[in-house]
């Protein structure tokens, strides 16, 4: 018996998140709020304004604090951004007839007198200054939409998008913002060539050393000094002064007194022969 109420127990909890991340994947993959999302992405913040068709995957928002608005279909797979000067206006259509429109420098034509039961289809274009995609269609009301559990009546429908006319022509009418002049972009500069290598400088000769002072000085000084002889007077001009006596006299052999009497001297003559 403990062994059924544990496997009953383990079935209850495996049944209850099974159910919870099923709740939880149809919460999260709601068209609505999966159109929702994609709006908040491209716009950069929260949608003041949202307007959505049930069961065809578009819908359309503003935000006025970016200053953009953007369209999405697809449960918001696809989503266009304009700025909201782009608005050029928006037509109501009962129908496939045009009932009421506002547009940029025009008057707004008020909504035709309709009765809602002989309705079958509402629907609000918004027109944009885009030539590619011009205008966006949000059928709020087609055959068969009496048949959803969210089902709105065709009056409901033609009420909302009114409100959205009345949106409008107050955007139209603002003064649309200047455009920013086109920026030419004007070519860079080519760049400079870049410098030619530098060539290694050539060594340096050494410097020669000064003369030595001392020399030239020595010089100068001999140069100062004045000759102990005049230049002007030739050195081979003869001295007229009388030439030298001799101090001794010449003595003969003959008349010399013996050795006896003579003198001694530091040398004999006689010893020479």
Partial sequence: MSELARLLLFVAIAGSAVTFLGSAAIWFMDEDRRIRRALRHVLKGEPEVVILAHGRGRGAGFSFATGLAAVAWDSGAWCLIYRIDELMGAELLVDGQVVGRVFRGENRRAVDQVAPQSVHTVTLRLVFDDPRHPDFDLDLWVPGDEQRRESRSPADAMQEANRWLARCEAIVRRPRAPRPAPVVKTAPPPEPPPPPP??????????????????????????????????????????????????????SKAKREPKAQQDELPFDLDDDR
């Fill in 198 to 251: 530098q060539r290694p400088e050539p060594p340096r000769p050494a410097p020669t050393p000064a003369p030595v002072l001392a020399a030239e000085e020595g010089f100068e000084d001999d140069e100062d000094d004045e000759p102990s002889f005049d230049l002007d007077e030739p050195p081979w001009e003869i001295d007229p002064s009388p030439p030298l006596t001799p101090t001794y006299k010449p003595v």
